[in-house]
């Protein structure tokens, strides 16, 4: 997989705030600013030669998920990568998620750039209305036929992966209802490698992957903490600050450019893209 670089990662970030500040000051399902970064992400997408396509849903106003195939692969094998595109309404929302939101679409660069084939059929999804209750990928999930669910083999979800006090937290496949283990050991694998060490959380139904796990399809995920408090132990391994919020400026105005580690950012994104390449060969 190759080194995904960090300043492209960050150039979006930069751009979606712009994005956010020209248009109330957010990115939030309903907003003007939601579409216009949604416009972003696709131009770039469909530029990269990506087939893209916007699935709307209604929910306290027009809602609309992105989803982005790369053409080829086996379509009964389906790897799906994802991160929610809405912000809450007070901010931002560059760490949630921004973070996830431009780690996924440079990782889609990247894949446009090295012109990969994998095995598998490759996916990206973008969703809406997470913040209101994950309202985007429920609503995916359960619009999709049976025969086309059943060709699902995984998802992946990246919600937070910047947090300015990180953690690196794998979702855990135990206590999980559809967990996957295989997805958990690789990432593991994927961290130790690159000499980070990590902890397995239970994330519950926290974010975009409990509708995947709810029709029975494998998941995982990597998230680096939000309003939890960074212990002592923890500090010891990651380096920040224990007694601090994981990410202080959760769900507020301050979750901007400047609420980023740039060094939990990089190495999530990089770690996309070892799970793309792996987990779709
Ligand atoms: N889904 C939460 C949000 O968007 C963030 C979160 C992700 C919290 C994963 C816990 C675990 O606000
Ligand atoms: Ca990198
Ligand atoms: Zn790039
Ligand atoms: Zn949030
Ligand atoms: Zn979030």
């Known amino acids: 997989a190759p080194d995904i ?16 500040a020209a248009n109330g000051g957010n990115r939030a399902h ?22 893209t396509t916007l699935q709307e849903f209604e929910a306290n106003g027009t809602g609309y998920n992105l989803i982005a195939d790369w053409p080829g692969g086996d379509e009964n094998a389906v790897m799906m990568f994802g991160g929610h595109a809405d912000s809450v309404r007070v901010g931002p929302g560059i760490n949630d998620n921004g973070s996830g939101s431009a780690g996924l679409l440079e990782v889609a660069l990247a894949v446009a750039e090295q012109d990969l084939a994998p095995a598998k059929h490759l996916r990206f999804a973008w969703w809406g209305a997470e913040e209101i209750g994950l309202v985007g990928s429920t609503h995916y999930v359960e619009s999709l036929p049976a025969d086309e669910l059943a060709k699902i083999s995984g998802y992946l979800n990246f919600d937070m992966i ?8 794998v979702y855990s496949s135990s206590g999980q209802p559809d967990g996957s283990a295989t997805f958990e050991q690789m990432l593991n694998d994927h961290y ?17 992957h409990a509708a995947f796990a709810d029709a029975g399809i494998p998941t995982g995920g990597v998230f680096t903490g939000a309003e939890g408090t960074k212990t002592p132990a923890q500090a010891e391994k990651w ?25 939990a950012l990089d190495r999530n994104s990089d770690a996309i893209a070892a799970a793309v390449w792996t987990l779709t060969a």
């Open 5 to 20: 670089p960090v300043a492209d990662v960050q150039a979006h970030l930069a751009e979606l705030q712009r994005i956010a």
């Open 30 to 51: 309903g907003q003007p600013g939601y579409l216009a970064a949604l416009e972003y992400l696709r131009s770039a997408l469909d530029a990269a030669g990506f087939v």
């Open 162 to 169: 910047g947090s300015p006090n990180a953690g690196y937290f």
């Open 192 to 208: 130790a490698a690159a000499g980070v060490p990590t902890e397995p959380i239970q994330i519950g139904g926290r974010s975009d």
């Open 239 to 263: 380096g920040g600050t224990a007694g601090d919020a994981f990410d202080p400026c959760y769900h507020s105005p301050c979750d901007t450019t400047d609420n980023i580690d740039a060094t």
